[in-house]
Structure formats: C-alpha cells, structure tokens
Nanobody, 123 residues
Framework: QVQLVESGGGLVQAGGSLRLSCAAS????????MAWFRRAPGKEREFVGA????????YYADSVEGRFTISRDNAKNTVYLQMNSLKPEDTAVYYC????????????????WGQGTQVTVSS
C-alpha cells in the first residue's frame, strides 16, 4: 500500500527556514503529482503547494508564494518543501499528499495522505 512519511518539522524563529521531506513508497512515484497542505490550530486544512509528476508544473498558495519552494526527486521517491522567511502564521501541521494522476491540483483531490509533521514558528 502507499505510504507517505513526512519529516523535517520543528521549532524555528520567525525569519528562519526549514525543509520538509516526504518519502513515498508503495507505487511508482514518478507517475503521480504530489502536494503539501497544512492545518493550523482551529483552522481548516489548506493548500500550500503542488508539483506535477515530472516537476514541470508547480502551484503555490498566495500566502507562501515567493517564500516556499516545492521540489521532487523521482530517483529518491521524495518530495520537498523548502520554507524560507517563516512567519508565526505558518505554524501548522504540514501534510504531504499524492494524487492518482500526474497533474497537480490545488483542491483536496489527493488519494493518499501522510500523518503530518509539526512546524512551529515563534515570534
């Protein structure tokens, strides 16, 4: 079965950086689009970024555009989220997700989800 395992979360001061990783297994990684979502305390889960199977198409939420970078390494079955200039409002549990197509979407239409990794940004 498909497994997605996030890592790299932690506590960072405002203005700092973190890189999240999501290791995928269970099916051919290079076939499928990947995405990152987040859920802040008391809020709904929201889209952060998505990348097509080849990496050629990328989408970002307006709130992270210019600060976050999504990328993937198909040889390592891993998707990354580089987060720079972090703000306290970026505090959330971050989830990676895998779609059952190579085309990314900003909606919740992803078939598999990881357990999440906590990111806390202090002011």
């Amino acid at each position: 079965q498909v497994q997605l395992v996030e890592s790299g979360g932690g506590l960072v001061q405002a203005g700092g950086s973190l890189r999240l990783s999501c290791a995928a297994s269970g099916r051919t990684f290079s076939y499928y689009a990947m995405a990152w979502f987040r859920r802040a305390p008391g809020k709904e889960r929201e889209f952060v970024g998505a990348i097509s199977n080849s990496g050629g198409r990328i989408y970002y939420a307006d709130s992270v555009e210019g600060r976050f970078t999504i990328s993937r390494d198909n040889a390592k079955n891993t998707v990354y989220l580089q987060m720079n200039s972090l703000k306290p409002e970026d505090t959330a549990v971050y989830y990676c997700a895998q779609r059952s197509t190579g085309y990314p979407t900003t909606t919740n239409d992803y078939a598999y989800w990881g357990q999440g990794t906590q990111v806390t940004v202090s002011s």
